[in-house]
């Protein structure tokens, strides 16, 4: 069987664990039956020996096979192919979750729906604005009520292009969460609120133009780019040249552009000279989320 999830960039600037896209750049596992546990991995993190242990994926499916299965112990073979950067704010530990809980079902011969799998994902990752669109895909806006994700999809056209720079440091979610504040002025949510509603007007209407106004914001995103100062001019370049929007992608360090499929190649080699020592990618959008084949 063949799991595949993409990398996933949420926030978007004002909508704090709120909003989400999906970006194809694809993690895969291959699942075989096999007299002997075996784990091989290759791509990024592959020389980790924590991650090529793929431990988290082992523990998530180990649990939730057990339960399908009703209580049958089978070994396999998993080849992991990584493609999203670790670390770096594209929801590379959502997309082991996701890809877990979905290979957990397959292996078990369970049919499973998107929303279970979405659901059951909050058990190891409480803030949906990335395991929903590794799970759907497309364009999500996601709330709790609860203890439930509920969510709203809009499918993502093909001429807009994610441009990602990709440092070569990265921003752990703890630490970037810790230089948040305890509480907000009323004035700075006032202003995030009405910034992500705005943008989901206009994802949901593709009213592309005005997305530089909606993607400001004043919760987390300076705060967090304050830990790498250069992450502003990397937005003030793609802006000037083009992008339609520009934030930091989840919690950093990536930088996510999106901008039209025509002003792709330009944005990515005036980024790409001017940070040489990042990687800067062109991906397509991604509108499927977490597929499956047995």
């Known amino acids: 069987m063949l799991i595949s999830v993409p990398a996933t960039s949420a926030n978007l600037g004002p909508g704090f664990d709120t909003l989400g896209l999906s970006i194809n750049l694809r993690n895969e596992i291959r699942i075989k039956p096999s007299r002997f546990l075996s784990v091989s991995t290759k791509g990024e993190g592959s020389s980790n020996p924590k991650i090529k242990k793929n431990s ?14 009703g209580g049958k112990y089978n070994t396999f073979r998993f080849e992991f192919m990584n493609k999203i950067p670790i670390s770096r704010g594209l929801g590379s530990s959502s997309a082991v979750i996701v890809s877990a809980l979905t290979a957990s079902h397959v292996a078990a011969g369970v049919k ?28 999500n806006v996601s709330c709790l009520h609860d203890g439930r994700v509920y969510s709203k999809k809009h499918r993502l056209p093909n001429y807009l292009k994610a441009v990602l ?3 070569n440091k990265t921003i752990s979610t703890n630490r970037s969460r810790n230089v948040l504040p305890n509480s907000y002025h009323k004035e700075e949510t006032v202003f995030s609120l009405s910034h992500a509603a705005y943008m989901t007007a206009l994802f ?19 705060r967090r780019m304050s830990m790498m100062p250069e992450l502003y001019r990397v937005q003030s370049l793609a802006l000037d040249n083009g ?10 360090s990536t930088f996510f552009t999106l901008c039209y499929e025509d002003d792709a190649k330009k944005i990515a080699k005036i980024l790409d000279e001017a940070f040489s020592e990042y990687r800067v990618m ?5 509108n499927y989320g977490v597929t499956s084949k047995s």
């Open 204 to 222: 949901m209407s593709e009213s592309w133009e005005q997305l530089k106004i909606a993607a400001k914001d004043k919760l987390h995103q300076d």
């Open 165 to 167: 720079v990709v440092p």
């Open 282 to 286: 062109v991906y397509d959008l991604d």
């Open 112 to 139: 499973y729906n998107k929303r279970k799998i979405l659901n059951l994902a909050l058990k190891y990752e409480p803030h949906p604005d990335n395991i929903t669109p590794a799970v759907m895909g497309g364009f």
């Open 243 to 252: 992008a339609l929007m520009s934030t930091l992608s989840g919690s950093g």
């Open 56 to 69: 988290m994926f082992l523990n998530i499916f180990n649990e939730h096979y057990k339960r399908l299965s």
